[in-house]
């Protein structure tokens, strides 16, 4: 039985493996964050997107403790899940002068656009939202990369290769890589899970230069790319 196999539409096996494994490491340990914060993070993205209207609440439940969250981590989460054209940087310095670290923002950011990644993939195909998972024990790695540093993003990130040296090869590969797969590095481990989704959703970014790559079946390269920015354009994403 595969992920969607309750989807009336066809899913790539390579994609349905995906996110079955994406949601599972929803409930592992992270860098910053528990199991048991980590779903909490996850349930709080869906209950926000309930509230308002954007998401439908699935005949299962994903009741989580919302009291292990502070309520500054609500206040991000429900802005980033509901509203991230209007996320600008003060919202960033309240998140942070609220209490979170760089590295809690980080996997936070990271948790919510993986999450809603899916869900709305979910609901593109007509099937309800995935369970949650249950949280699995253990502690946070809080293994922050040496190799962070201040450019000119808001927060700390890992420098292109050379300079990010062999953790940036590993993370983005050889060449200097924008801010946009940058921005997650700081939690090496989010900027993996981010990558893999774009990777299999959109197309490995290896071949992203490569303008009659086609990742799709039956769509070309030139109708993936209008897809995209059309999307982009009604989500107002500035990129």
């Known amino acids: 039985m595969g992920f969607y196999s309750d989807s009336n539409y066809k899913v790539r096996k390579d994609l349905d493996k995906v996110h079955e494994n994406q949601f599972k490491n929803l409930g592992e340990p992270g860098s910053w964050g528990s199991g048991a914060q980590r779903i909490a993070i996850a349930s709080q993205v869906r209950e926000a997107c309930y509230e308002k209207g ?90 922050r990369p040496l190799e962070a540093k201040q450019e000119l993003a808001w927060v700390p990130t890992i420098p292109s290769h050379p300079e990010g040296g062999k953790l940036a090869e590993d993370l983005f590969g050889t060449g200097h890589k924008a801010y946009i797969m940058r921005a997650l590095s700081l939690v090496p481990n989010e900027n993996r ?47």
């Open 193 to 239: 899970m981010h990558m893999e989704l774009e990777n299999i959703q959109y197309l490995p970014v290896k071949n992203i230069l490569i303008a009659d790559y086609q990742h799709h079946d039956g769509l070309s390269r030139a109708q993936s790319e209008v897809v995209a920015g059309r999307i982009s354009a009604f989500n107002e994403c500035f990129f």
């Open 54 to 143: 954007i998401q439908e609440r699935p005949g299962h439940s994903s009741n989580h403790d919302d009291t292990i969250l502070p309520d500054v981590a609500k206040s991000l989460i429900n802005k980033l899940s509901t509203s991230p054209k209007d996320f600008l940087q003060d919202s960033y310095t309240e998140a942070i002068d609220g209490g979170l670290t760089n590295e809690e923002y980080v996997e936070i950011v990271g948790i919510v656009s993986r999450v809603t990644d899916m869900d709305i993939f979910a609901r593109g195909i007509g099937v309800e939202l995935r369970p949650l998972p249950e949280p699995k024990d253990g502690l946070p790695a809080r293994d």
